[in-house]
């Protein structure tokens, strides 16, 4: 069965941190392209952060940008999201994503492959 399943998620206070992981199955992760987004009630998916599979080349959403740290272990197939310095506009809900190729989208609907999402909640 192809999945991803993420977790980490949970209720911080503002400045504190969290991990989020991504566990993959039945997929060929180490050739894929990783990536985490975010949704917020009534808001669209945004793009956080991306990796590709050689993690030669990251990406990050510049409301991120020196706060988040994206990674990934392909000999484990997960990958990862360190958030530090957590605000309040960062509660969301978290999916990671996985898609083939090299090229880090920031476009949900081109990733192929999703887990079911882990919220985070950052209290002021």
């Known amino acids: 069965q192809r999945q991803l399943v993420d977790s980490g998620g949970g209720v911080v206070q503002a400045g504190g941190s969290l991990r989020l992981s991504c566990a993959a199955a039945?997929?060929?992760?180490?050739?894929?392209?990783l990536s985490w987004f975010r949704q917020s009630p009534g808001k669209e998916r945004e793009f956080v952060a991306g990796?590709?599979?050689?993690?030669?080349?990251?990406r990050y959403a510049e409301s991120v940008r020196g706060r988040f740290t994206i990674s990934r272990d392909n000999a484990k197939n997960s990958g990862y999201l360190q958030m530090n310095n957590l605000k309040p506009e960062d509660t969301a809900l978290y999916y990671c994503?996985?898609?083939?190729?090299?090229?880090?989208?920031?476009?949900?609907?081109?990733?192929?492959?999703w887990g079911q999402g882990t919220q985070v909640t950052v209290s002021s």
């Open positions: 039945g997929i060929t992760f180490r050739s894929m392209t």
């Open positions: 990796i590709r599979w050689s993690s030669t080349s990251l």
């Open positions: 994503a996985c898609r083939p190729g090299d090229n880090i989208s920031g476009v949900a609907r081109q990733y192929d492959y």
